[in-house]
Structures are given as C-alpha cells and as structure tokens.
T-cell receptor, first 112, second 109 residues
C-alpha cells in the first residue's frame, strides 16, 4: 500500500465547478505540502502545513484553499475551477527539516 | 526571494557523464535537495546537501557551495533509464521547500 495516497488519480471538470483533491498518509509525518506541476515545468508550491493547526500559503495560492482535517489528511480545493488550473497536482509529506519529501502519485486535473 | 535556476534541457550519450547545475539566491539557506522524476510519475529523492562539498551515492554525486549559491548533480555511466527530469529544491530556515524549474535529461544510445 502507498504511504501517501491521492484521490482521485484523474479528474475532468468544467469551468466554475468546485473540486476537492484529497491526500492521506500513513507515514505519521506532521509536514504536508501541495504542489502543482504544469507540463515540462517544475513544481510550484500551493500550500503547506506543519501541523494540524498550521496552514501556510505557498508561491501560487490564489484560487486554491486547503484543509488539514487531521495529521494524516490534507485536502486541496479549487473553489471555482478555471482552465489554467489544468495541471498535475502532487501531495507530499516530510518528517522534518532536512528530511526528504515523500510524494503521492499525483492527481491529473483537467478543467474544460 | 528565492530564485532557483537550472538548464531547461540537456542531452547526453549512454555511458557518458553529465553535470546538471543549479544556482539559487535565498536568505536563510538551510539545505538543498535533488529529485528525479520520470515522465508521468512522482519525484523521487536522490540527495541532500547542507554543508559544502561533494556527496557520493553510487553513480550519482551532488555538490554544494553555499558561498556561491551553487550546486550540481553529477551522473556517471549514464544509462537509458536515467532519462528523466531532475529538480533541485531549496529549504529556507526551517520553512518550506521550493523547487527550481527542473532539467529534462535525454540519454541517447
């Protein structure tokens, strides 16, 4: 079983719809991240959380929101999806500073 | 700010050596990671440098110069399976991890 699980793996939605991407982990890590990757580009940080009561904006948080429901769960929402949010979204966990990120398998989102 | 720059694309021949450079500008630097990502897959951890010098792991080595804001990933004895994107990522203080633009490496026979 995967340590970091993202659902759904693929999603097609229409402009203006609200959508939630979910991430759950069994690694017991406090730190969790959401990244976005556009084709052929690097990973851009959307939001990150260092514990259940801690939520921080990343480089590209506009149009997104997050919820840290528990240590194991970190959800990303698009309140009103737009086509330029079409991308591959990755969730990751981290044990602490200097520890490597552990990534989920990604969610491929298409907004039409 | 945190500008992290890498070449966009590189090509190399099977069996050769390739060096992928990463330059960064950030205050409160606290370590640099290298990740490998095959097309359509999640990134996987390769190396972590926090002190100046060279870290070697089999065919892969990573170098860091904190004073120059510079790192490189060295891949030796290239194999076809090394065709992938390589990302450097920087940690600032105890804060978030920021990725560079990524370098797409193509290895040819």
């Amino acid at each position: 079983d995967a340590d970091v699980t993202q659902t759904p793996r693929n999603r097609i939605t229409k402009t203006g719809k609200r959508i939630m991407l979910e991430c759950s982990q069994t690694k017991g890590h406090d730190r969790m991240y959401w990244y976005r990757q556009d084709p052929g580009l690097g990973l851009q940080l959307i939001y990150y959380s260092f514990d259940v009561k801690d939520i921080n904006k990343g480089e590209i948080s506009d149009g997104y929101s997050v919820s840290r429901q528990a240590q194991a769960k970190f959800s990303l929402s698009l309140e009103s999806a737009i086509p330029n949010q079409t991308a591959l979204y990755f969730c990751a966990t981290q044990e602490g500073v200097g520890s490597p990120l552990h990534f989920g398998n990604g969610t491929r989102l298409t907004v039409t | 700010g945190q500008n992290i720059d890498q070449p966009t694309e590189m090509t190399a021949t099977e069996g050769a050596i390739v060096q992928i450079n990463c330059t960064y500008q950030t205050s409160g630097f606290n370590g640099l990671f290298w990740y490998q990502q095959h097309a359509g897959e999640a990134p996987t951890f390769l190396s972590y440098n926090v002190l100046d010098g060279l870290e070697e792991k089999g065919r892969f080595s990573s170098f860091l110069s904190r004073s120059k804001g510079y790192s490189y990933l060295l891949l030796k004895e290239l194999q076809m399976k090394d065709s992938a994107s390589y990302h450097c990522a920087v940690t600032k203080n105890t804060d978030k991890l920021i990725f560079g633009t990524g370098t797409r490496l193509q290895v040819f026979p």
